[in-house]
């Protein structure tokens, strides 16, 4: 029975269910420009009986308004597979109208082969060959050797290290126990295994968007000096051009090229020859008011619901006196009761500067903070890396893990010498530290910091999250007081809790 257009006729709510995105579109986008009070009833005149409707709408606002909004209303999703951690951090620094999942490396095993290979970017696939390309693809495969030989290695170490015993309690159902010991162990150990993961390991990302951001995703990917990321723009146009052909058109349009050659000349620009040390970056921290500026700034938007202007509430705050002002701030304190009770959007309008120089895989968790602003570098290993405690506790471990980091080094040199820095990145391991700097609002890094210091967090990322507020803690001692769930306690096995909790309520549910 095929489905109707709508989910009902009589009500101001209602689902569409055209089959044809173009039409739901189209269809939507006429609330701009009809006087109908129902589009249900435009939908019976215009568009039921005529099937090019949809196309021949978007062909016409894009040849004569070139109205890029409407693109907007056009919704698409999408799968990219088999792609390097570089292409896919390119593919997801595009925050505006896309969300991505993508495979994890917290709980996927990477040692698994297909057809007898290793899941990296081979050296054919980036356009490096002879000896340079031998040594990537002989450097790549021990690095995932590594990886395979010691994932035992390292589970036994950690049920050494944190036994099984030291989580019963009394209480404890031995059944939910284990499960729930294993589950954690297991992720410990995926978690540090993954510092060894080279930046050419293939990943996988499903997308879902609008097709206005996906014609920006094309242009920028096709500007970014990667043959990758190109070829992977080049690919997501093929596949979306058949069946929006009206829209995504506009990609490569005159205007459209213009815009993919605008974006290639800032890349240019922002290239300086800078005669300073490297490896320098660490984490620092500025805002640009003092804790009273900042206070009296957010407390005068926190107001502006009242009936004042601007300029009064602000002369009001002004007026305040500290403890005044405190027993503002305490009362919002008081009033959340856990990290799921946002702070209100007045906490927006104090910005924080941050640089932080945190491992790449790190930095994979971190991007997926979409409000942030994140500018970053290109994987380089000049600023040192990290080694996971556990690994550098086993002797022999310890020492093969040091060895295939410094080795990144001259393999980083000689595809750079060869090439470019831009294919040199592949060879990176995500150990590796890659320095970015983070523009972000008082409300979205106490979001952050709240929801990264959890115990399930990986490591690395509860590490920066609450050094990130010991930073914002110096300099906004009395805000800091507002980011009141940053949860400082040891957690080796950090999603034990988490896991059990899991197995709780599947055992209730009854699933095995």
């Known amino acids: ?40 009833e435009l939908y019976s005149k215009e568009f039921e009986n005529n099937e090019s409707r949809g196309k021949d709408f978007y062909r016409r606002v894009f040849l004569e308004y070139g109205d890029e909004s409407v693109a907007e209303l056009v919704n698409v999703q999408l799968s990219i597979q ?78 050494e290290k944190y036994p099984e015993e030291s989580y019963a309690t009394s209480t404890s159902d031995r059944e939910i126990l284990k499960k729930s010991y294993d589950s954690a162990i297991r992720a410990r150990a995926l978690d540090d295994l993954r510092y060894v993961l080279p930046a050419s ?57 213009e815009q993919t050659n605008y974006r290639i000349k800032l890349s240019e620009i922002s290239k300086v020859q800078m005669q300073l040390p490297t490896g320098q970056c660490g984490m620092a921290i500025k805002s640009d008011l ?71 895989g790190a930095f994979r968790d971190l991007q997926r903070h979409r409000m942030f602003t994140i500018l970053r570098k290109h994987l380089t290993p000049d600023f040192g890396y990290d080694i996971p405690s556990v690994i550098s506790s086993e002797e022999a471990m310890r020492t093969e893990f040091l060895s295939l980091m410094e080795e990144a080094k001259n393999i980083f040199k000689s595809i750079s010498l060869s090439r470019n820095k831009i294919i040199a990145q592949y060879t990176i391991p995500f150990a590796y530290k890659h320095p970015v700097l983070i523009h972000g609002n008082f409300r979205e890094f106490a979001y952050f910091i709240e929801l990264r210091s959890t115990p399930q967090a990986h490591y690395d990322l509860r590490n920066f999250s609450i050094k990130l507020y010991e930073e914002i803690d110096r300099i906004h001692p009395n805000l800091s007081r507002l980011i009141k769930f940053c949860d400082r306690g040891d957690y080796p096995l950090g999603r034990y809790s988490q896991e059990y909790r899991k197995q709780q309520k599947m055992k209730h549910l009854g699933f095995d």
Do not use: W
């Open 1 to 40: 029975m095929p489905k109707k257009p709508f989910s009902n006729f009589d009500k101001n709510i209602f689902l569409i269910n055209l089959e044809s995105q173009l039409d739901r579109g189209a269809l939507l986008s006429r609330y701009s420009r009809t006087s109908s009070l129902d589009i249900r």
């Open 201 to 257: 390991t293939l990943t996988n990302i499903g997308i879902s968007g609008n097709t206005r951001a996906f014609i920006n995703l094309i242009q920028k990917l096709n500007a970014s000096g990667n043959d990758e990321a190109k070829a992977i723009s080049k690919g997501l146009y093929e596949e979306l051009e058949p069946e929006y052909q009206e829209i995504i058109q506009s990609a490569i349009s005159k205007h459209g090229m």
């Open 290 to 360: 003092n804790e009273k500026e900042a206070i009296d700034k957010i407390l005068t938007n926190f107001f502006y619901s009242n009936d004042s202007s601007y300029l009064e509430i602000e002369q009001y705050v002004k007026n305040l006196n500290v403890k005044e002002k405190e027993e503002v701030i305490q009362k919002i304190i008081d009033a959340r009761k856990n990290r799921r009770d946002k702070l209100p959007r007045s906490f927006e309008s104090i910005r924080y500067t941050v640089e932080a120089n945190l491992n790449f």
């Open 82 to 159: 088999n792609i390097s951690n570089i292409s896919a951090k390119l593919i997801e620094e595009s925050r505006i109208g896309l969300s991505y999942l993508e495979k994890s490396s917290r709980y996927v095993r990477y040692d698994k082969k297909h057809k007898g290979k290793f899941l990296f970017m081979n050296s054919e696939s980036i356009g490096l060959n002879g000896k340079t390309g031998s040594d990537y693809d002989d450097y790549c495969n021990r690095l995932f050797l590594f990886y395979e030989k010691n994932y035992d290695n390292l589970l036994k170490l950690l049920r």
